[in-house]
Each structure stands twice: as structure tokens, then as C-alpha cells.
């Protein structure tokens, strides 16, 4: 079991930045990929970024490059999102999720943190 917790959500303007944090805890993560996922009002959950654990090796969805960047501190079993140059766009619920390296889809998830970016 993995038990994952985030913080750092909130209300910001446009062009804000905020930081994610997501503290892991349970079992080792050197076979797991963590991702930060969001879900906007009336949309699906859709993964915005990952990180492979062992690796540090990163991925990013098309709408975020460039202003997001995900990393991790094994030393703390923790995992981060920075957010730069917030848009309205990106208010959502964000997730932090842990998936097994041979898996497609996570195992565990996070209770989620709420991001607004106001206009």
C-alpha cells in the first residue's frame, strides 16, 4: 500500500505560481512512476505530468510544458508540482498518483487539492 497526501493547493491570480506537494508513505517507490493529474469542472481526469521514481526521467502534457515542472525528493518521499504563469485553464482538483512501472493506469491516489486561478 501506498499512502499519498497533497497539499499546496489554493487561490491565485493569473500568472501566479503555486507548488504542489505530494508526501508519500507505505512502501518503497523505486517501481513506481508518480503523476500529478487534474480534473476541471465538467472534464475528465487527465494526467499533467510524471516522473519515474528511480529515474527522475519526466513527461508533460502538451498544456502545461513550459510552465510546469514536476520533481521528486527521495530523501523525503515527496513529489512536486511547481506551477508558473497560472491560467485561468488550469483551475482544477490536482492529484498526485503512484503507478507501478509495468502498469498503465495507478494504483493509488491522493485525496486531492484544490487549484482556482482567478481572472
Known amino acids: 500500500q501506498v499512502q499519498l497526501v497533497e497539499s499546496g493547493g489554493g487561490l491565485v491570480q493569473i500568472g501566479d505560481s503555486l507548488r504542489l506537494s505530494c508526501a508519500a508513505s507505505g512502501q518503497t517507490l523505486s517501481n513506481y512512476v508518480m503523476g500529478w493529474y487534474r480534473q476541471g469542472p465538467g472534464k475528465e481526469r487527465d494526467l499533467v505530468a510524471s516522473i519515474e521514481w528511480s529515474s527522475g526521467a519526466t513527461s508533460y502534457d502538451d498544456f502545461v510544458k513550459g510552465r510546469f515542472a514536476i520533481s521528486r525528493d527521495t530523501g523525503k518521499n515527496t513529489v512536486y508540482l511547481q506551477m508558473n504563469s497560472l491560467k485561468p485553464e488550469d483551475t482544477a482538483v490536482y492529484y498526485c498518483?503512484?503507478?507501478?512501472?509495468?502498469?498503465?493506469?495507478?494504483?493509488?491516489w491522493g485525496q486531492g487539492t484544490q487549484v482556482t486561478v482567478s481572472s
Open positions: 498518483a503512484a503507478r507501478l512501472v509495468i502498469r498503465r493506469e495507478p494504483e493509488y
